[in-house]
Protein backbone atom coordinates (compact mmCIF):
# COMPACT_ATOMS: atom_id res chain seq x y z
CA UNK A 1 0.00 0.00 0.00
CA UNK A 2 1.35 3.50 -1.30
CA UNK A 3 1.48 5.77 1.05
CA UNK A 4 0.88 9.30 -1.13
CA UNK A 5 2.97 11.67 0.96
CA UNK A 6 0.63 14.60 2.35
CA UNK A 7 -0.09 18.37 0.44
CA UNK A 8 3.13 19.79 0.66
CA UNK A 9 1.39 23.11 -0.29
CA UNK A 10 -0.02 22.90 3.14
CA UNK A 11 3.14 22.22 4.73
CA UNK A 12 4.72 25.29 3.43
CA UNK A 13 3.79 28.55 5.27
CA UNK A 14 2.69 31.07 2.67
CA UNK A 15 4.24 34.44 2.53
CA UNK A 16 2.27 37.29 4.44
CA UNK A 17 1.04 39.22 1.41
CA UNK A 18 -0.20 41.82 3.79
CA UNK A 19 1.92 45.28 3.40
CA UNK A 20 2.95 47.05 6.78
CA UNK A 21 1.37 50.35 6.44
CA UNK A 22 3.37 52.89 5.04
CA UNK A 23 4.69 55.45 7.86
CA UNK A 24 5.10 58.97 6.58
CA UNK A 25 7.40 61.26 8.48
CA UNK A 26 6.44 64.64 9.27
CA UNK A 27 9.20 67.30 7.89
CA UNK A 28 9.73 70.39 10.11
CA UNK A 29 9.23 73.73 8.28
CA UNK A 30 12.73 74.72 9.14
CA UNK A 31 13.68 72.43 6.99
CA UNK A 32 11.13 73.75 4.26
CA UNK A 33 13.05 77.35 4.99
CA UNK A 34 16.63 75.97 5.51
CA UNK A 35 16.23 74.47 1.37
CA UNK A 36 14.84 77.53 0.51
CA UNK A 37 17.62 80.20 2.14
CA UNK A 38 19.14 80.90 -1.07
CA UNK A 39 15.93 82.19 -2.43
CA UNK A 40 15.52 84.80 0.94
CA UNK A 41 15.99 88.11 -1.19
CA UNK A 42 13.35 86.41 -3.56
CA UNK A 43 10.78 85.69 -0.55
CA UNK A 44 11.32 89.55 1.12
CA UNK A 45 11.02 90.84 -2.13
CA UNK A 46 7.36 88.53 -2.38
CA UNK A 47 6.67 89.47 1.20
CA UNK A 48 6.65 92.80 0.66
CA UNK A 49 4.03 92.38 -2.13
CA UNK A 50 2.47 90.88 -0.31
CA UNK A 51 2.10 93.03 2.66
CA UNK A 52 1.39 96.18 0.19
CA UNK A 53 -1.62 93.76 -2.00
CA UNK A 54 -3.15 93.07 2.21
CA UNK A 55 -3.14 97.00 3.08
CA UNK A 56 -5.13 97.84 -0.29
CA UNK A 57 -8.38 96.84 0.43
CA UNK A 58 -8.50 98.53 4.08
CA UNK A 59 -7.02 102.02 2.42
CA UNK A 60 -9.42 101.93 -0.18
CA UNK A 61 -12.58 101.74 2.30
CA UNK A 62 -10.82 104.29 3.79
CA UNK A 63 -10.25 106.28 1.10
CA UNK A 64 -13.97 105.54 -0.55
CA UNK A 65 -14.75 107.34 3.07
CA UNK A 66 -13.10 110.11 2.38
CA UNK A 67 -14.04 110.67 -1.38
CA UNK A 68 -17.80 110.15 -0.11
CA UNK A 69 -17.61 113.76 1.62
CA UNK A 70 -17.01 115.52 -1.32
CA UNK A 71 -20.64 115.33 -2.81
CA UNK A 72 -21.83 117.54 0.25
CA UNK A 73 -19.57 120.69 -1.10
CA UNK A 74 -20.22 122.99 -3.72
CA UNK A 75 -20.52 121.98 -7.50
CA UNK A 76 -16.96 124.03 -7.85
CA UNK A 77 -15.10 122.38 -5.28
CA UNK A 78 -17.22 119.14 -5.95
CA UNK A 79 -15.22 119.43 -9.87
CA UNK A 80 -12.36 119.57 -8.57
CA UNK A 81 -11.98 117.12 -5.72
CA UNK A 82 -13.73 114.64 -8.08
CA UNK A 83 -10.80 115.20 -10.39
CA UNK A 84 -8.20 114.53 -7.53
CA UNK A 85 -9.92 111.08 -5.92
CA UNK A 86 -10.48 109.90 -9.51
CA UNK A 87 -6.29 110.32 -10.03
CA UNK A 88 -6.07 109.01 -6.47
CA UNK A 89 -8.15 105.58 -7.46
CA UNK A 90 -6.09 105.43 -10.51
CA UNK A 91 -2.87 105.25 -8.26
CA UNK A 92 -5.01 102.21 -5.86
CA UNK A 93 -5.52 100.39 -9.05
CA UNK A 94 -1.90 100.98 -10.29
CA UNK A 95 -0.62 100.03 -7.19
CA UNK A 96 -2.53 96.93 -7.32
CA UNK A 97 -2.01 95.78 -10.20
CA UNK A 98 1.78 95.87 -9.49
CA UNK A 99 1.95 94.54 -6.46
CA UNK A 100 -0.34 91.12 -6.54
CA UNK A 101 1.97 90.88 -10.11
CA UNK A 102 5.05 91.20 -7.61
CA UNK A 103 3.66 88.58 -5.37
CA UNK A 104 2.76 86.02 -7.67
CA UNK A 105 6.31 86.35 -9.51
CA UNK A 106 8.52 86.28 -6.60
CA UNK A 107 7.02 83.56 -4.93
CA UNK A 108 6.66 81.49 -7.81
CA UNK A 109 10.54 81.92 -8.16
CA UNK A 110 11.46 80.84 -4.85
CA UNK A 111 8.86 77.99 -4.62
CA UNK A 112 10.12 76.54 -8.68
CA UNK A 113 13.86 76.55 -7.29
CA UNK A 114 12.83 74.97 -4.33
CA UNK A 115 11.35 71.82 -6.07
CA UNK A 116 13.77 71.68 -8.85
CA UNK A 117 15.89 71.72 -5.57
CA UNK A 118 14.15 68.42 -3.76
CA UNK A 119 13.50 66.49 -7.25
CA UNK A 120 17.61 66.85 -7.68
CA UNK A 121 17.91 65.27 -4.51
CA UNK A 122 15.26 62.92 -4.14
CA UNK A 123 16.50 61.40 -8.16
CA UNK A 124 20.11 60.99 -6.48
CA UNK A 125 19.30 59.06 -3.43
CA UNK A 126 16.84 57.21 -5.35
CA UNK A 127 19.95 56.61 -7.72
CA UNK A 128 21.81 55.10 -5.07
CA UNK A 129 19.38 53.21 -3.53
CA UNK A 130 20.35 49.48 -3.40
CA UNK A 131 18.59 47.22 -5.64
CA UNK A 132 16.45 45.34 -3.22
CA UNK A 133 15.05 48.16 -2.45
CA UNK A 134 13.39 48.64 -6.00
CA UNK A 135 12.03 44.99 -5.27
CA UNK A 136 9.25 46.38 -3.21
CA UNK A 137 5.81 47.60 -4.72
CA UNK A 138 5.83 51.05 -3.20
CA UNK A 139 9.24 51.85 -4.98
CA UNK A 140 8.34 51.14 -8.50
CA UNK A 141 9.32 53.67 -11.26
CA UNK A 142 5.67 54.54 -11.31
CA UNK A 143 5.52 55.57 -7.74
CA UNK A 144 8.87 56.88 -7.77
CA UNK A 145 7.98 59.40 -11.04
CA UNK A 146 4.73 60.25 -8.95
CA UNK A 147 6.95 61.50 -6.00
CA UNK A 148 9.78 63.55 -8.64
CA UNK A 149 6.43 65.30 -10.53
CA UNK A 150 3.68 65.25 -7.58
CA UNK A 151 5.11 65.37 -4.18
CA UNK A 152 7.87 67.32 -4.48
CA UNK A 153 5.42 69.99 -6.51
CA UNK A 154 3.33 70.00 -3.06
CA UNK A 155 5.71 71.50 -1.22
CA UNK A 156 5.72 74.29 -3.60
CA UNK A 157 2.06 75.46 -1.88
CA UNK A 158 3.73 76.02 1.50
CA UNK A 159 6.71 78.55 0.58
CA UNK A 160 4.18 79.90 -2.71
CA UNK A 161 0.17 80.49 -1.78
CA UNK A 162 0.34 79.66 2.17
CA UNK A 163 3.19 82.10 2.44
CA UNK A 164 1.65 84.44 0.54
CA UNK A 165 -1.50 84.22 1.80
CA UNK A 166 -0.33 84.19 5.40
CA UNK A 167 1.46 87.62 4.89
CA UNK A 168 -1.02 89.33 3.16
CA UNK A 169 -3.71 88.41 5.72
CA UNK A 170 -1.63 89.58 8.29
CA UNK A 171 -1.24 93.03 6.56
CA UNK A 172 -4.85 92.78 5.70
CA UNK A 173 -5.03 92.86 9.75
CA UNK A 174 -2.94 94.98 11.31
CA UNK A 175 -3.62 97.74 8.78
CA UNK A 176 -7.86 97.26 9.44
CA UNK A 177 -7.23 97.09 12.59
CA UNK A 178 -4.67 100.16 12.62
CA UNK A 179 -7.48 102.30 10.68
CA UNK A 180 -9.97 101.16 12.58
CA UNK A 181 -8.86 102.55 15.92
CA UNK A 182 -7.39 105.60 14.33
CA UNK A 183 -11.45 106.29 13.22
CA UNK A 184 -13.06 105.53 15.91
CA UNK A 185 -11.58 103.39 18.72
CA UNK A 186 -15.11 102.73 20.42
CA UNK A 187 -16.32 101.12 17.53
CA UNK A 188 -13.54 99.02 16.73
CA UNK A 189 -13.54 97.71 20.20
CA UNK A 190 -16.96 96.54 20.03
CA UNK A 191 -16.51 95.16 16.65
CA UNK A 192 -13.72 93.03 18.30
CA UNK A 193 -15.82 91.64 20.94
CA UNK A 194 -18.22 90.01 18.53
CA UNK A 195 -14.99 88.22 16.56
CA UNK A 196 -15.04 85.50 19.35
CA UNK A 197 -19.00 84.37 18.42
CA UNK A 198 -18.38 84.62 14.46
CA UNK A 199 -15.28 82.03 14.85
CA UNK A 200 -17.39 79.88 17.22
CA UNK A 201 -20.33 79.95 14.80
CA UNK A 202 -18.19 79.26 12.45
CA UNK A 203 -16.27 76.48 14.27
CA UNK A 204 -20.10 74.96 15.00
CA UNK A 205 -20.88 75.35 11.32
CA UNK A 206 -17.76 73.31 9.93
CA UNK A 207 -18.12 70.68 12.69
CA UNK A 208 -21.86 70.31 11.72
CA UNK A 209 -20.84 69.59 8.20
CA UNK A 210 -18.12 67.12 8.78
CA UNK A 211 -20.92 65.03 10.91
CA UNK A 212 -23.18 65.40 7.44
CA UNK A 213 -20.19 64.26 5.36
CA UNK A 214 -19.78 61.44 7.86
CA UNK A 215 -23.67 59.87 8.11
CA UNK A 216 -23.60 60.32 4.12
CA UNK A 217 -20.52 58.34 3.13
CA UNK A 218 -21.84 55.55 5.85
CA UNK A 219 -25.53 55.93 4.09
CA UNK A 220 -23.77 55.10 0.43
Not at 34 to 41: G, S
Not at 44 to 54: E, K, M, N, R, T
Not at 121 to 134: A, L, N, P, R, T
Not at 153 to 178: P, Q
Request: contains cysteine; charged residues 15%; hydrophobic residues 55%.
Amino acid sequence: MVVEPANQHSAVQQPDTEETPKKHLEVPLWRLAYLNKQELPVLLLGGLAAAVSGTILPVFGALLSFMVQIFYGPPLKLQKDSRFWSLIFVVVGLVTILSFSARAYFFSVAGSKLVRRIRLMSFDKVVHMEIGWFDKSENSSGAIASRLSIDAATVRSLVGDSLALLVENAATLISGLVIAFLACWQLALVVLASVPMMALSGWVQVKFLEGFNANGKVWL
